[in-house]
């Protein structure tokens, strides 16, 4: 007997992706006038900074919840291998990696080490490891955050202790995000993931979002990995077309 595998996709979900990836472009361009000195004051503290954790917070929720529907689909179509989500983990990773590179070159001043696209290659590949939990996610989530917020004021001369969290002594990156917290709103989102779509089933039937400006969101929230990858040269490409940096 053939199982049925629910929807293929959830369009209020790739449209909260959408608003999330334009947030974060939106904080992105704001970033990089206040770096060439075009916009002061707005940065590295305020609402704008608020307004980038937010962004920062959704995209990363997102791919929790993003994963756990990935899990449940090849589970469905037998496919749920360590090796699909490892080569996956790494290939995000192996980007993130790339965006380090380009950024060590230009502007090199505060260059990503590890950024986003970083963070959620490792988190591909350790959420297999998570994904028979439930509400232990939850918790190891919460733990996870709450870890983050108190590593963040300890400064380390460790690189390793740098990526779970621990921020070297003064050393300024462009990007930065580490482990904890991370892992534990990555988490989070799995839990969530779990919870709203049981088996691929949307749990509230009013969170189905069909109209036109849903499915526009949706178009943004599907490309997301292209989004990112292409919209800091592209913004840089503009800025300096019109003449701003």
């Known amino acids: 007997m053939k199982m049925n595998s629910g929807e293929k996709r959830f369009t209020e979900i790739d449209a909260l992706r959408g608003i999330a990836i334009i947030m974060v472009v939106i904080y992105h361009l704001v970033f990089d006038l206040h770096f060439f ?112 917020f108190w590593a963040n004021y300890r400064f380390s001369d460790n690189f390793i202790l740098f990526i779970f969290g621990f921020p070297l002594d003064g050393l300024w990156t462009l990007d930065y995000f580490p482990i904890f917290p991370w892992l534990g709103v990555f988490l989070v989102g799995m839990f969530f993931g779990k919870l709203m779509y049981p088996k691929l089933r949307r749990r509230i039937s009013d969170l189905k979002c069909e109209n036109q400006f849903c499915r526009m969101l949706s178009v943004f929230g599907q490309n997301t990995l292209l989004i990112y990858f292409v919209h800091q040269p592209i913004i840089l490409l503009g800025l300096t077309i019109l003449g701003v940096i």
């Open 37 to 148: 000195g075009v916009l002061d004051g707005l940065l590295p503290a305020g609402g704008w900074l608020i307004f980038g954790r937010i962004a920062a917070f959704l995209f990363v929720f997102l791919a929790g919840v993003s994963i756990h529907l990935s899990f449940e689909r090849a589970k469905i179509e037998k496919k749920f291998k360590f090796s699909k989500y490892l080569a996956r983990g790494a290939g995000i990773f192996a980007l993130g990696m790339i965006i380090s590179f380009a950024t060590w070159i230009y502007p090199h001043d505060g260059f990503i080490i590890f950024g986003i696209l970083h963070l959620i290659g490792i988190c591909i590949v350790l959420g297999y490891f998570f994904e028979r939990f439930y509400f232990a996610n939850l918790i190891l989530g919460a733990t996870g955050i709450a870890i983050g």
